[in-house]
């Protein structure tokens, strides 16, 4: 298992271009301060092009985000409702990212977003030279609002900076209270916390007052939002916050 990110022996990346790379870490594994400096490396590159890509944002007044979550918690299903409603206000492009298919790819399109599909094959997660050819074929205009969903994951997307100004978690009720416990990591990584699927709360056994505890246990500063992606419910307070952080985008360049 790879000692950064839990990716295997090799670990392969495909950009958005279509190549490919990979490296093994066979070898390493019975050696911890190998493991450690292997990941320092790893990340000290990554944070370096998160940085040039931050700045890229900036310059174009452009606001990036970073939706995060497990499989299966409603980030495609949330991005296609937030184009569809808002799609006459912004400019919104997206970052697809998953291990294969275009299946996303193809729901974003049809929802009216330009979209850059960014297969990682057996990688856990984006980085942020992934991003940097994705943004390339993208092209997003100044003032606009760029989407990155990461592969649906709760550890590894965590641990890369790709220069976005936020990073959003998404959890449904589907998936227990205990998450933010059990993946410190991730949410207090993140600045929002969406709870996602709040119409099916009559049909499972979810606790909102503390799961909302629980995330605020490990990142007190972390601001939660409840919402239906399915029925709208909720929906405009996720649109507000949108609004106040691409305003916000827009005044950090003359700060």
């Known amino acids: 298992m790879c000692g950064h990110c839990g990716c295997g022996d090799v670990h392969e990346h495909v950009h ?5 790379h990979s490296h093994s870490h066979h070898g390493v594994h019975d050696h911890p301060v190998a493991v450690v400096e292997l990941q320092t490396r790893i ?3 990554n944070d370096a092009l998160a940085a040039r ?3 890229w944002f900036a310059g174009r007044e452009v606001l990036a985000l970073n939706l995060m979550s497990s499989p ?6 949330l991005l296609e409702r937030t184009i569809r409603e808002l799609r006459g206000q912004y ?5 697809e990212g998953d291990q294969a298919t275009t299946l996303d790819r193809d729901r ?6 330009p979209v850059v599909q960014v297969n990682t094959g057996t990688g856990c997660h984006l980085e942020a030279d992934m991003v940097a050819h994705g943004l390339a ?3 997003p205009p100044v003032r606009s609002i760029v989407m990155i969903e990461n592969v649906g994951n709760l550890v590894c997307p965590a641990m890369f900076d790709l220069g976005e100004r936020a990073k959003v978690v998404i959890l449904s009720v589907t998936e227990g209270e205990d998450k933010p416990l059990k993946y410190p990591h991730m949410f207090r990584a993140a600045s929002l916390m969406l709870i996602n699927k709040i119409d099916l709360l009559p049909h499972v056994d979810f606790d909102l007052a503390r799961v909302s505890a629980n995330a605020r246990e490990v990142n007190p500063d972390m601001s939660v939002l409840r919402l239906s992606a399915r029925t ?3 929906i405009e307070q996720w649109y507000d916050w949108l609004r106040r952080e691409w305003m916000a985008a827009g005044e950090a360049t003359f700060a």
């Open 91 to 95: 400019d919104i492009g997206v970052l």
């Open 232 to 234: 709208g419910e909720g």
């Open 16 to 20: 958005a271009d279509g190549t490919r």
């Open 72 to 77: 299966g918690a409603g980030k495609t299903t």
């Open 43 to 45: 990340l000290a590159k």
């Open 108 to 113: 974003i399109r049809a929802a009216g977003a």
């Open 53 to 55: 890509n931050r700045a």
């Open 137 to 139: 074929e993208l092209r």
